[in-house]
Structures are given as C-alpha cells and as structure tokens.
C-alpha cells in the first residue's frame, strides 16, 4: 500500500513538474510546439499576441518553421520582429511566378519595413519589379509592394527599374504600377529619374493620368529639374517630341507641352524661367498655354515676372483670357503695384467679344483685386461696385471679400477666425492676407488650425483649402517643423479620400505644397 502510495505522488510530482516548465507566458512554451501539427496554430496566435520583445526568443524556431514549410503565413510570423538574421529568408522568397506570389507579397513588405537596413535587398526587390506580367495578373501585387518597399528603402540604386517601370505603356502593364513607380521617384529625388519623370508628365492608361505623381517628383527633385524643364517648353525635347508626333498632340491636346512645362516651372519658383517663359508668350497659343505661362510668373513673383505680367494686362491687343490670365498671376504675386492697375481694369477695363463690349475682364479684374488689395482700398472699391450695372454678382463677391479687409484692417488675428467663415470667399481672402501678410509667426498657426481633411470639406470650400495651402508656401520654410508635420498628415489623411470628386487634385497640391516648402530655406 505504501509503495503505491509513492508511486501515485512521483507521478504528481512529474506533472507538476512539466507544468512549471509549460508555463503559457513563457514564449519557449510555444516555440517547442510549433513542430507538433495539433499545437501549431495556438503556438502560433500565442506568440503573435505577445509583445515582440517578449516573444524573440522563439525567433529560431519561427525561422526553422517557415524553412521546413516555405509557406506564406510562416514567413509573415517572422516580420514583426524586424530582425536583420530575416532579411535574407525575405530576399530568397521574392523569387515568384504568376501562380506563386504569395511569399513574395509577404517578403516585400517586411523588406520596406527595414528601410535603409535593407540595402542588400534591393537588387532583388528591383528584379520582382521588372518581372513581367499579364496586366490583369493578381501576382502584380509582388510588384506593387516591391516599389514601395523600394520607395521606403530610398537606394538610388532602384531609380532605372522604378524608371523603366514609369515609362512602360499602360498597353503593356496595370497603370497603377506607373503610378506608384512615380512617387517612388518622388520619395527618392534623384535627378537621374527626370527624363523619364518628363515623359511621364504626358502619359495616360485607361482614362487616367500620372501628371501629379510625376509633377510631384520633379518639385522634390528642385533646381536639377529646371533646366530640362526649359528645355520642354520651348518644346526641345526630343522624347516628347516623338511622344507628341506619335500620339497627334496637336490634334487632340494642343499647346499640351508648353503648358505642363510652365506649371512645373511656376511649382518651382524658377526665376531663371522668367525670360523663357516671356519669349514664349510671343510664340501663338495653341490652346492654353499662354494662360499657364502667366500663371506661372505670378508663382515665381519675381519683379521681372510681375513687369510681364503688368505689360501684359495693359496690352490692348492682347485678347481678353489672356490678359484676365495676366491679372490671376499678378494677384498670385502679391505685388502690391498691381492694386491701380486692377483698379482702373475693373472701372473700364471693357474688351470686344463678337463685336460686342463685354465686361468680362473687368469682373476677372474685380476679383483679383479683392483678393490682393487691403483695407485702404475698400472704400474707393465700394463705390465702384455701388455702380456697377453690368456684372454686379463679381463685384458684390468682390465687395464681400474686400469687406474683410475693412473689418480685420491690419489685425491677423482677426484674419484667423475669419477662416472658418461660413463664406467661402470671405474665408479665402483672409488666406490669401495672411499669405501676404509676411508674418509667419503669427500666421502659420492660423493657416494649419483652418487646414481640414479633404473628405470633411463641400466642395465649394476646396478653393478656401487651396488658399490656405498658396499661403503656407509664402509664409513657411524647411525649418518650420510644425508645418511639414501637419502637411504629412494632411496628405496620409486625403490619400484615402481620393475617390471624391476633385480630392485627387486638391492632393495633389497639397503634395505639391510641401515639395515646395521644404525646398525653401
């Protein structure tokens, strides 16, 4: 009886035992069962639900398990540990076909999440994104998730295939990959890419356009693009060239090349440009590119920009969209030598359209002024519109914008609440004072608490938001953290709301606004 007595107790103390040893939060536990089939999935979920601190010691036994089934979702139990003994495991599985793609995806992403430590991996994430592939193929996701990995890696190594990707006709690939090779470019500024970055200024795929990613990464590029930028609009390039004779631009987009060159010239604030972008307003328009060019001297506003633009608007011979394209890059300008001109263009500014007098100039004239002039204008400006018979809706939008102007007179502050006004254009021309106020300190707090996500606007406020954003790129430099922090989450944000109507482009100057901002200073 007494022996059976011990024998009961050694079995107890044997199970005590291995109970001390299977303790459920020590992560060896789990680790020694990820061998056993029945086990395997709670070792699994276990260790993914510990901190990752706590659960790398069965890293080496993640890793023998994903070596012995090379099966995807054992190669993703390795990732968040970011340790560098995986990035080779991650490298090999990047090796894919059309019908075996899974890994791949995995293994690109956890490459992206290493950033710069994954430099080794680059040659094969660049490799994954020239694999060829059925447009329509589910593996090009490999390739997808290959480029942003590279994008986040920032190697310039990965720019020629980022750049023979972006330059592939959508005939021949999914146009989301030009798409995203684009901003890849953007994240890794290298002037290497502005060839094909050009190119892509001017490439489509079933009804869709890369000009804004491609625009992007030229911005971020900076003065490197300038010259070549020049190049395009005196229409010299001989790729685009080639592009335009093959696709019959002059058929279908007239004016198309000068006319993208003089916006990236105006992101640029090149004022080297200025006298290119003069000359070519000599040359005939062959659609409107004579308004870009304008547009683009009010963004650059040097005092050689702002003299073509004042000639320009007092040039009678001149027809009247282009000297109304005059008045909008001088009010861009903030050059306050514009205020009598726009004036008397708004007093008796008449144009002959269809042999008739119109007054479409003094409207557009009305406005821009409103938009520029301060409160010692309000007065004389009252009277005008008190007068006006012809276009009296410009000039009471006018009246209300100059309104502002008399109740804030010189106090910022007083701008600043008038942001949030219920008026879009009482809220845009408190943007645009305090964009010319040359007051950072003061202003840019007020600009970032008026900046709201794109999904929570109507759409008569996306002229407001683009007020805010001309303003930020007057007042803010590199060195003003606060502003490219808010911007970053501005653009995370609308990145999500980009099915909206017009959100893509109102991103795409937001995008464009810190490119240029942090260009500056």
């Known amino acids: 009886m007494q022996i059976r007595k011990l024998a009961v107790l050694s079995v107890l103390a044997g199970l005590l035992a291995g109970a001390c040893t299977r303790d459920p939060n020590d992560p060896m536990t789990w680790a020694r069962k990820l061998n056993n089939v029945r086990d395997q999935q709670e070792a699994l979920n276990r260790l993914a639900n510990m901190s990752v601190e706590r659960a790398r010691p069965a890293l080496p036994s993640l890793i023998a398990l994903y070596k012995e089934t090379k099966k995807p979702e054992h190669l993703e139990a390795l990732v968040r540990y970011k340790d560098p003994s995986t990035i080779p495991l991650f490298v090999e599985a990047l090796d894919f ?165 003089a916006i990236l010239l105006g992101d640029l604030r090149a004022a080297k440009a200025v006298p290119a972008l003069a000359a070519r307003l000599k040359v005939p328009a062959k659609s409107g590119e004579h308004k870009s060019i304008l547009i683009a001297l ?113 106090k910022i502050e007083c701008y600043g609440k008038a942001l949030m006004d219920p008026s879009w254009t009482r809220a845009e021309k408190a943007a645009f004072y305090i964009g010319f106020s040359g007051q950072p300190t003061a202003g840019l707090p007020l600009l970032l608490s008026a900046l709201k996500p794109v999904a929570s606007l109507s759409q008569d406020r996306y002229p407001v938001q683009q007020a805010i954003l001309q303003a930020l790129t007057r007042l803010a430099t590199k060195n003003d953290k606060a502003v490219i922090e808010a911007l970053e989450k501005q653009i995370e944000r609308d990145e999500n709301a980009v099915r909206l109507p017009g959100a893509r482009d109102l991103l795409g100057e937001t995008r464009v606004t810190l490119a240029v901002i942090q260009n500056k200073g």
């Open 97 to 261: 076909t059309e019908d075996d793609f899974d890994r791949a995806i995995v293994a690109a992403g956890a490459l992206g999440e290493f950033r710069e430590k994954a430099g080794e991996a680059v040659p094969a994430l660049a490799k994954a994104v020239e694999h060829t592939l059925p447009i329509k193929s589910r593996a090009n996701g490999v390739r997808l998730a290959a480029i942003r990995a590279l994008a986040k890696i920032g190697d310039k190594r990965a720019v020629p295939a980022l750049s023979q990707i972006l330059m592939t006709s959508a005939d021949e690939q999914d146009f989301l990959l030009n798409m995203k090779a684009a901003l890849a470019l953007a994240e890794l500024r290298d002037p290497a890419a502005i060839p094909a970055l050009i190119k892509g200024l001017f490439m489509t795929g079933r009804g869709a356009n890369i000009f804004q990613e491609c625009r992007l990464a030229l911005v971020r590029i900076g003065e490197p693009a300038i010259a070549p930028l020049i190049e395009l609009l005196n229409e010299k390039n001989p790729e685009v060239n080639a592009m335009a004779k093959k696709l019959d631009f002059d058929k279908y987009s007239p004016g198309i090349v000068p006319f993208k060159a």
């Open 298 to 410: 009010g963004f650059i506003g040097t005092k050689p920009a702002v003299d073509v633009l004042l000639n320009t608007l007092k040039d009678k011979k001149a027809d009247a969209p282009t000297r109304a394209a005059a008045e909008d890059g001088i009010y861009l300008s903030g050059d306050k030598r514009a205020v009598p001109i726009l004036m008397e263009t708004a007093r008796s500014g008449y144009v002959v359209v269809d042999g008739m007098k119109a007054s479409d100039l003094r409207a557009n004239a009305a406005i821009d002024l409103s938009r520029i002039a301060g409160p010692e204008h309000y007065e004389e400006f009252k009277a005008l519109a008190a007068k006006e018979t012809e276009v009296q809706g410009k000039f009471g939008e006018a009246l209300d914008r100059m309104q502002v102007a008399k109740e804030c007179g010189n």
